[in-house]
């Protein structure tokens, strides 16, 4: 079992940027298929991105594309997205999730379905506000 734990969130004016950072304080998570999701006050959870173990399959919203770039750093066991060009839009919690299922099943059936993951961080707030 992973313990993900997600940092980098914070207040940033529309048009900027910020880095999120996903590790995990057990396990490494660098055998795992990764994903950020968001949750905005009174919405849904929403997939936002997704990665392959080795880093080579990457997943967007369409909301988002163009505008976030998913990583992983191996010697450090850290997942980033990098988001930039943030619009008030941009504004939730920030998650991520690992699965214990090989990455191309989790790819073709839907990477950004919060249903195929296993393990889940507490969350890092982003808002986007002038």
């Known amino acids: 079992q992973l313990r993900l734990v997600e940092s980098g969130g914070g207040l940033v004016q529309p048009g900027g940027s910020l880095r999120l950072s996903c590790r995990s304080s057990?396990?490494?998570?660098?055998?795992?298929?990764i994903a950020w999701f968001r949750q905005a006050p009174g919405k849904g959870r929403e997939g936002v991105s997704f990665?392959?173990?080795?880093?080579?399959?990457?997943d967007y919203a369409d909301s988002v594309k163009g505008r976030f770039t998913i990583s992983r750093d191996y010697d450090r066991n850290t997942v980033y997205l990098q988001m930039n060009s943030l619009t008030p839009e941009d504004t939730a919690v920030y998650f991520c999730?690992?699965?214990?299922?090989?990455?191309?099943?989790?790819?073709?059936?839907?990477?950004?379905?919060?249903?195929?993951?296993?393990?889940w961080g507490q969350g890092t707030p982003v808002t986007v506000s002038s």
């Open positions: 999730a690992s699965s214990s299922s090989h990455f191309s099943d989790i790819y073709f059936a839907g990477a950004l379905d919060a249903g195929h993951y296993d393990d």
């Open positions: 057990g396990a490494t998570l660098n055998y795992h298929p």
């Open positions: 990665i392959s173990p080795k880093g080579a399959t990457t």
